[in-house]
């Protein structure tokens, strides 16, 4: 079906459940003390892959008119640069080595891993829940795969979505290599699709399963209209294998990559109609962005950071600035665009603050309230940015300026550890893409960030790594 005719059928239900009153009015939408909180995560989003961020060809309609009506965020930053800590933080408000959620030998949970997020991580499902909202997870969770890991037992009502990346499972008769890539099928991993803690489908066809997400999001906003909720989305693309439904089948002048990312801007555009067709708009803050940058090592299957340099893997600001849009018609001023700090932990904690939740207190939280930011212009709260590869402590930003005390590749080519004495420095807003060092010209500056690096590490207490688990022996 064509992706006009898929707009269409949606919105012809749409107005025949709002006709028929299906499940009850439409929400007033004035109850501002209880915001629904949207969080839609993308899996290995280049910073440059989204027409509103200045890639030439990918069209991104619906994610245009969210920053239109919404506020642009440029400097915004996962907590990792690979998918399980920078998930974990996102979910916890708390860097990945305070919770375990990382490592130095394995970057992510694997099938054969017998860790997962901790059961005395609160996370902002729970947190959440205890404010009385209705919670889902929709998508690629990767924070451990054995039941007393997944959604359900960490604060969400219900889960539906794989439970580790979509390239993991390979079967022994797929291409060898990276040739089953460059033209993937679903069958060539064996990835179970959950409802809960059930699998349903396996392999999962993975052409489907943005759609699917899309509907099973639609189904829970509808569901819940009445009462408030949170809806976590995080997307299994465009991480590779890449698929895209028929619909959005050779429709990008980017090819295959394009196809997916502009299978996800309609999803997103499905998402933001539902909530204005439910009169749930004004009352919803939604948030758009990824858990780190593109894979760029696979070519054409993968994205682009953009003026930033690098990508997935790496701690130069192309593995973790992420292109985030916030939307909250009538509260966030329409049309704006902010340069302040920001991170993915500071979801965790400007959320539980709009929801009147209580923050916890008995732990380290590494997350800042932004709502003053995005509600009220004011400059952001946060002043720094600390970059982690695994358990390390790579790089700092204070302000403009980020220093890299140790650099590393990615996943090809030259992958020893350097450490740099003296730290390399960089003015970020003069030079984005990291290209000239100038710590030579600024020791002050050079010592103000080791101060601040050297006080942050005396706070951090690093637990046993959740990632180095071994699977248990049946």
């Known amino acids: 079906m064509p992706r006009r005719m898929w707009d269409q059928a949606w919105g012809w239900l749409a107005a025949i459940t709002i006709a028929l009153g299906v499940g009850g009015s439409v929400a007033s939408g004035d109850d501002s003390a209880t915001p629904n909180i949207v969080v839609i995560f993308c ?4 910073y440059g892959d989204l027409g509103c961020f200045g890639h030439p060809t990918i069209r991104t309609p619906e994610l245009d008119r969210m920053a239109r009506e919404g506020m642009k965020l440029t400097q915004f930053y996962s907590a990792a640069p690979v998918c399980t800590p920078s998930r974990a933080a996102l979910l916890t408000g708390r860097l990945p080595v305070r919770t375990g959620m990382c490592s130095d030998t394995r970057r992510v949970l694997f099938p054969d891993s017998g860790g997962g997020l901790p059961a005395s991580e609160i996370t902002l499902a729970e947190a959440l829940s205890e404010r ?6 929709v998508g690629k969770w990767h924070l451990g795969h054995l039941p007393q890991f997944l959604p359900t037992s960490h604060g969400f009502d219900s889960y539906f979505g794989i439970p580790y990346s979509n390239d993991m499972d390979r079967i022994a008769e797929a291409p060898k290599g990276r040739a089953a890539f460059w033209e993937p099928r679903s069958e060539y991993w064996n990835v179970p699709l959950l409802a809960d803690c059930h699998e349903v489908e ?3 066809d993975q052409t489907t399963l943005t759609r699917r997400y899309t509907e099973a999001a639609v189904e829970f906003i509808e569901a819940h209209r009445e009462t408030p909720f ?5 997307h299994s693309m465009p ?4 698929f895209r439904s028929d619909a959005f089948e050779n429709t990008s002048p980017r090819g295959l990559y394009g196809d997916v990312i502009e299978e996800i801007d309609w999803s997103v555009g499905r998402i933001l109609e539902t909530l204005r067709t439910q009169g749930l708009d004004k009352n919803t803050v939604v948030w758009f962005t990824s858990d780190n940058g593109p894979w760029l090592t696979f070519g054409d299957h993968g994205g682009s950071a953009g003026l930033l340099k690098d990508g997935k893997g790496t701690t130069w600001d192309g593995g973790m600035r992420e292109p985030t849009i916030v939307w909250w018609p009538g509260s966030i001023p329409a049309g704006r665009v902010s340069h302040g700090l920001g991170t993915t932990m500071d979801i965790y904690v400007t959320s539980l603050t709009l929801a009147g939740a209580d923050v916890p207190r008995d732990r380290v939280l590494d997350g800042v309230d932004l709502s003053p930011m995005v509600l009220e212009e004011k400059p952001s709260p ?7 590869r695994g358990t390390r402590l790579m790089a700092v930003r204070q302000g403009a300026w980020k220093a890299h005390f140790m650099t590393q590749e990615s996943y090809t080519g030259n992958n020893e550890l350097l450490t740099h004495d003296p730290p390399l420095l960089y003015n970020l807003e003069a030079d984005p893409g990291e290209q000239r060092d100038v710590a030579e ?3 002050d500056v050079v010592a103000s960030i080791a101060k601040l690096a050297a ?6 207490e690093p637990v046993p790594s959740q990632l180095e688990i071994p699977l248990p022996t049946p």
């Open 43 to 46: 899996d290995d989003l280049g």
């Open 132 to 137: 009385g909202y209705a919670t889902a997870c």
């Open 202 to 204: 396996r392999p999962a």
């Open 230 to 234: 949170f809806l976590y989305l995080p």
């Open 239 to 242: 991480h590779v294998p890449l």
């Open 382 to 388: 946060r002043g720094e940015v600390f970059y982690y």
């Open 441 to 443: 010209a600024h020791p």
């Open 455 to 460: 006080s942050h590490k005396a706070g951090v």
